[in-house]
């Protein structure tokens, strides 16, 4: 039986890019949900570090912090398999890291694309791969979410065509995967949130008020707003929604 309070109850979940903005959100809310989480980081271990003594002091879940560059694609293999070991077992993968480059397309190098596609694209499939042989090794299927953005559906501002084109990519390799791996029992979605308030995107930043003005609401979302669907979507009741893409812009993209 499902425990309603903690839903994740006895499940593990690992969240790329989890030591600020929406990815910590969403390792502290998945932590509240009841799951032992893992989170990985590139930079900032102080900050990563203080993502895991909140989900411990606040929820009393277990917590681990693993420095991994999701452009690396051997440590972003080994973190999923050291979370799997720690945990013994891993049931929720969140491809929430990436990166932002913005700016003239004649200004965009092929180290910037190289760059952008390996974290933004390629991690999310081999993280999604080496995540897959644990999930089937529990046999009882799992989730794999990935974080998208508005801009994939609606690039309102010029000098987003890179980041766009590594963001629409994951419509594709959500598709495509929640295919083939839904006779498994995994699930596969893709959450495209709209601006949010982080210390990459502030909500007072110099160009937020226009930002914020594409929204039906008028405001930037707050990190929990992102985190509480992804929770949603790593929840056992939701087993029937898979191959999904799933604005959560304030109306940005409608």
Do not use: W
């Amino acid at each position: 039986m499902i425990d309603r309070m903690n839903p994740l109850e006895g499940h593990a979940a690992l969240v790329t890019g989890g030591s600020r903005g929406i990815g910590a959100a969403i390792a502290l809310r998945l932590a509240e949900e009841g799951a032992d989480v893992a989170l990985t980081y590139r930079t900032g271990a102080d900050r990563a570090a203080e993502v895991v003594d909140r989900i411990k002091g606040t929820t009393g879940r277990r917590a681990l912090a693993l420095q991994a560059d999701n452009a690396d694609a051997a440590a972003l293999v080994g973190a999923v398999d050291e979370t799997a070991a720690t945990y013994g077992r891993l049931d929720v993968l969140v491809n929430n890291a990436a990166i932002f480059l913005a700016g003239p397309l004649e200004d965009v190098t092929l180290a910037d694309l190289d760059g952008t596609l390996a974290v933004n694209v390629r991690a999310a499939f081999v993280a999604s791969q080496a995540a897959v042989r644990h999930m089937d090794a529990g046999g009882t299927g799992g989730r794999i979410i990935s974080i998208g953005s508005n801009v994939a559906v609606r690039a309102a501002f010029p000098g987003l065509a890179l980041y766009a084109m590594s963001k629409t990519a994951l419509i594709g390799l959500t598709k495509g995967l929640a295919r083939e791996l839904g006779p498994r029992g995994i699930t596969v979605n893709l959450v495209h949130p709209g601006p949010t308030d982080t210390d990459a995107n502030p909500a007072d930043g110099p160009s937020a008020a226009a930002i914020a003005g594409l929204t039906a609401l008028g405001r930037y979302a707050a990190p929990a707003e992102i985190a509480a669907t992804v929770a949603h979507l790593a929840a056992p009741a939701t087993r029937y929604l898979t191959g999904a893409t799933l604005p959560v812009d304030g109306a940005f993209t409608a």
